[in-house]
T-cell receptor
Framework: TQLLEQSPQFLSIQEGENLTVYCNSS?????LQWYRQEPGEGPVLLVT?????EVKKLKRLTFQFGDARKDSSLHITAAQPGDTGLYLCAGPSSGTYKYIFGTGTRLKVLA | DAGVIQSPRHEVTEMGQEVTLRCKPISGHDYLFWYRQTMMRGLELLIY????????DSGMPEDRFSAKMPNASFSTLKIQPSEPRDSAVYFCASSPVDRASSYEQYFGPGTRLTVT
């Protein structure tokens, strides 16, 4: 069974700090996605990474896909209160459109 | 487009009652997914459809759960009879499917179900 473990589970930081969250698996994924979910809403896709070693930037957010396509990281520079939310990684189960979601990192950025 | 629409947004029911959750996907999307989210188990896929046909229902926890998609613009998830352990937020998502191997799922706002 493919699993995606995220760390840390919870993170509370001050505005302006940098942070990195991780998404790890023992399985290879053809692609990984990162979502952000705010309270009372559904997850919203931030990025999809497809190629091993790929780095994508979305304003202050930097996403990296591991060379072996078993892990990914999300780095936030100068965090803002608007970054608060639940961050989820997700990847397709081998050969299917069935997506597996990670355990999630709950981020709180204090003003 | 209005996005994925789910109803009701909140449902409180008593154990043993039938519960029906509804979803209207984004027009033109080929895939529809039902998920359940709890603090303990996170976001779990229950079932997904392609062109109104159920493809994988291996995530449906028990026979008490059933899902239908009678047409491209409507799907239901039914729980009968409901139990307190079914309390969770249920999400519907749709996808335009990208033949290049990955695709974006558009989630609805969810239905928060409480079974007492």
């Amino acid at each position: 069974t493919q699993l995606l473990e995220q760390s840390p589970q919870f993170l509370s930081i001050q505005e302006g700090e940098n942070l990195t969250v991780y998404c790890n698996s023992s399985s290879v994924f053809s692609s990984l996605q990162w979502y952000r979910q705010e309270p009372g809403e559904g997850p919203v896709l931030l990025v999809t990474v497809v190629t091993g070693g790929e780095v994508k930037k979305l304003k202050r957010l930097t996403f990296q896909f591991g060379d072996a396509r078993k892990d990914s990281s999300l780095h936030i520079t100068a965090a803002q209160p608007g970054d608060t939310g639940l961050y989820l990684c997700a990847g397709p189960s081998s050969g299917t459109y069935k997506y597996i979601f990670g355990t999630g990192t709950r981020l709180k950025v204090l003003a | 487009d209005a996005g994925v629409i789910q109803s009701p947004r909140h449902e409180v029911t008593e154990m043993g009652q039938e519960v029906t959750l509804r979803c209207k996907p984004i027009s033109g999307h080929d895939y529809l997914f039902w998920y359940r989210q709890t603090m303990m188990r996170g976001l779990e896929l229950l079932i997904y459809f392609n062109n109104n046909v159920p493809i994988d229902d291996s995530g449906m926890p028990e026979d008490r759960f059933s899902a239908k998609m009678p047409n491209a613009s409507f799907s239901t998830l039914k729980i009968q009879p409901s139990e307190p352990r079914d309390s969770a937020v249920y999400f519907c998502a749709s996808s335009p499917v990208d033949r290049a191997s990955s695709y974006e799922q558009y989630f609805g706002p969810g239905t928060r179900l409480t079974v007492t």
